[in-house]
């Protein structure tokens, strides 16, 4: 009897392995449904992804109920919306196939599952997006396999139209398997950030989620950057960094903005080496006028990065000077030798100091918008408003799990 449960395991261990090659699989998708006329495969290939035409109904809502939101130990819900390429424009008619484990870890099936589709087990679902982009997931939180060290995660296969189906996975970052997951394999961050951020309704996880098409996903067939670059895309994370503070709640430190004030909305204003000061003093009185209106909904961060004739005391000196004659309340000036500079972790930010300015909008840590060389008008100010109020959170008010 025990060699027979044994060789059971076994037999589910080797499921589970074949079940979750997403991101490290070249093999080419088997699809029946149309194909770009590309010669390479967009997105390098996705093991498993061609189950997703497996049992797929033929009419797909915009959102999905899994069993497993009544069947699990952990009910979990992941929403948001799905963009182009430029991270802005709703995409519609984007189909996304999901699978992950049980509460055991395991991928496993029942009667109800296809037997083309059993390696994917039971927690397995469609979505498709409406005009707006809009989709919503309502399922549990996945195990991680047993006895490994790979962390909680749930597989994407994303097909838009005219395009192969191609792979995203998705993590947890409450998870203590993520950080050395991470570390090892690195963030590939497939069509947006790969991380998932839980807040709590009473027993309910709820992560927002955006797709952006094309994000990172390799061969993909999106038009060729022409306008001025500046700043890391819409939708991956605003990355963690150590400025100096000379003025504002932090003043004296290098609080990492997004790490101490990642929660809600978070602003951050980047100038290099070309600095139009009366503009800078603009675009300050407003973004505090409007962190003054959002309360602690909003954090605005002003970041110099001039790279000629840096003097640290002076850099300080001179934004203590400007904050104190502007009144400023609530905006935090800081500063960093250059936007190069790896000790402060500046250049993981990719700022062009060539432009006059970047405005980073990220929420819950992730870049949700961005403009680039935009002067202090009024009709300016109405966008950076209007991308706030379009973006603010129904799930500001909720709780985050308690993690390291």
């Not at 009897?1 to 044994?6: A, F, G, T, V």
């Not at 204003?269 to 080496?273: A, E, S």
């Given at each position: 009897?025990?060699?027979?449960?044994?060789f059971l395991y076994v037999l589910l261990v080797l499921n589970i392995i074949t079940s979750c090659n997403g991101q490290t699989k070249s093999k080419q998708p088997i699809s029946n449904q149309p194909q770009s006329i590309a010669a390479k495969a967009v997105g390098g290939g996705c093991e498993g992804c061609e189950l997703m035409y497996v049992g797929m109904p033929e009419n797909i809502s915009t959102e999905h109920t899994s069993i497993g939101w009544n069947e699990g130990k952990q009910k979990l819900i992941i929403t948001g919306k799905i963009f182009k390429v430029d991270g802005k424009t709703p995409a519609s008619n984007v189909i996304v196939y999901y699978w992950h484990t049980d509460d055991n870890g395991l991928y496993a099936a029942d009667s109800s599952t296809p037997a083309k589709a059993k390696?994917?087990?039971?927690?397995?679902?469609?979505?498709?997006t409406d005009e707006?982009?809009?989709y919503k997931i309502k399922t549990s939180r996945p195990a991680a396999y047993p006895n490994q060290n790979i962390p909680q995660h749930i597989h994407l296969s994303i097909k838009e139209p005219n395009i192969n189906e191609y792979y995203a996975d998705l993590y947890f970052d409450d998870d203590p398997l993520y950080l050395n997951h991470k570390k090892r394999y690195g963030k590939l961050d497939?069509?947006?950030t790969e991380i998932l951020r839980i807040v709590l309704d009473d027993n309910i996880q709820i992560a927002e989620h955006n797709i952006v098409l094309g994000l990172n996903i390799p061969d993909y067939p999106a038009k060729k950057e022409t306008a001025t670059q500046s700043g890391l895309n819409i939708g991956e994370d605003q990355p963690s960094f150590m400025p100096f503070h000379a003025f504002g709640p932090d003043k004296g430190t290098r609080t990492c903005p997004v790490c101490k004030y990642g929660r809600y909305h978070g602003i951050v204003?980047?100038?290099?080496?070309k600095p139009n000061w009366e503009e800078i003093k603009q675009w300050l009185k407003y973004l505090d006028n409007e962190s003054l209106k959002r309360e602690k909904y909003l954090k605005a961060y002003f970041v110099y990065g001039n790279a000629y004739d840096y003097n640290k005391q002076a850099r300080q000196t001179a934004l203590e000077k400007i904050g104190v004659a502007l009144g400023l309340q609530k905006v935090a000036l800081t500063f960093v030798p250059s936007f190069t500079d790896t000790e402060s972790e500046a250049n993981l930010n990719k700022i062009n100091a060539e432009v006059e300015n970047t405005f980073i909008i990220y929420r819950h840590r992730t870049i949700i918008d961005k403009f680039i060389n935009i002067k202090p008008t009024k009709d300016n100010f109405d966008k950076i408003s209007d991308a706030l109020n379009k973006t603010k959170s129904e799930y500001f008010n909720f709780s985050e799990p308690k993690h390291e």
């Open positions: 009897m025990n060699y027979l449960i044994n390696e994917h087990g039971k927690l397995r679902g469609w979505i498709k707006n982009g809009n497939r069509a947006g204003y980047f100038v290099g080496n």
